[in-house]
């Protein structure tokens, strides 16, 4: 049949292709199903185009097609972009102790919604609450999957058809469609705007309260910051007037740390504590910010508040699962000791690293990174800013190391070049996520933990 033995001009049939031994092999490694469909569409392809090709060839692509279907989608990367909470990249790293709390529970039963005192029914939020009042001198706590969902959550509780005022330098987006304003809607409250995007004094507030005011909301501007001519009211003196009125008073957090980052060496960020001291009647926050926990939305304040967002039918919908119940638990506990905090929880520890140790680890690996672009850029050693990420202190910048790379080969190629240098580390077995800025690529070392397997991915014959 074929001019040229072993080389066939048409496909063979995908029946005999699924006898070759190493079809079978295939199959037997990894099911029939998947290596049937790859043999399928390997087949048509090379049908389509003409072009047939040696078995040995056939039943390789075959492989590599079913290998590509059983390939994670949800892979580990290096996040080398200098944003250390960043949330396309999955936000806080967690702590090994969180880890094992995961695993544990995920592998078996646990006594998640279960009494082992009185061998009744309990509740989920049982094993955080207590932690949570303690690091936040909070009278309950609950949490959600969320911060989104705890405001979301809190709003439709205590303010449904009703208004809630907030001051228009508040209405914030956060990255990932968080708006303000759309979730109050969503959440089926009227928003009462006050003020003006730079200023906004007590007596606006003062004069927005009604017969249908049902809270006053502050929410804590996160990514950005309003300079120049402003004035916001200070949380304590909105305390006084929700008190004063009765009102529940109630603070969007957004990142919320448990420790005044300070002792860090990093700007203090706004506390649960501290809103709750200056009158806040509920503090939403997030797990997975500052905290450096799992994803969650944490609810913090008065148990009567508390007690009514429990018993919305909305928080059935946007519970925590058990492994985060179980993450967030084991992190909690590592607040049980400020001392160790920063060696302990990953994120602080990332946030507090000092510029000196970023730039000892950059020397190390340069020559490594360099030797593997093989002239194609030049790698130098680099002073840069790191950023917290997630919305938080948006202006106040970290010092770090990055190595920084120019492709060689002039200006007039140089944009294209560039994205072609993020993409080749992109398409390492283990991406490596960088950032371009001011005609250069750039990888800021302070997320950079693993040093070894940093190392060993520019080792060997791979060249870029
Ligand atoms: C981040 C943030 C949110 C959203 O929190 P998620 O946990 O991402 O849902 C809401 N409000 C503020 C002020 C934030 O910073």
Redesign the pocket.
Known sequence: MSAVPGLRTRPPSVDSVLRWPAVEALAAAHGRPLVVDAAREELAARRASGEIGADDDIAAAIAARTLEQLAPSLRKVFNLTGTVLH?NLG?APLPPEAIDAMVKVASGASNLEFDLNTGKRGDRDDHIERWLCRLTGAEAATVV???????LLTLNTLAPRKEAIVSRGEL?E?G?A?R?PDIMARAGCKLREVGTTNRTHLGDYAEAIGARTALLLK?????YRVEGFTAAVDEAALGALAKDKDLPFVV????GTLVDLARFGLPHEPTPAEALDNGADLV??????LLGGP???IIVGRADLVARIKKNPMKRAMRCDKLTIAALDAVLRLYADPDRLARRVPAIRLLARAADEIDALARRVQPAVSAWLAGRAEVEVFAVQSQIG???LPVNLLSSVALRMVPTGGKRVAGRALEGLAATFRALPVPVIGRIADGAFLLDLRCLEDEAEFIGLFAGEGRA
Request: cysteine-free; overall charge neutral; glycine content about 14%.
């Open positions: 949330t936000r999957n969320n911060n989104a969902a705890a405001v914030v956060i990932g968080f303000l929410a804590h501007t996160s990514n969007d957090l957004g990142s939403t926050f997030s797990g997975d910010k994803q969650a939305g997630s919305g938080s």
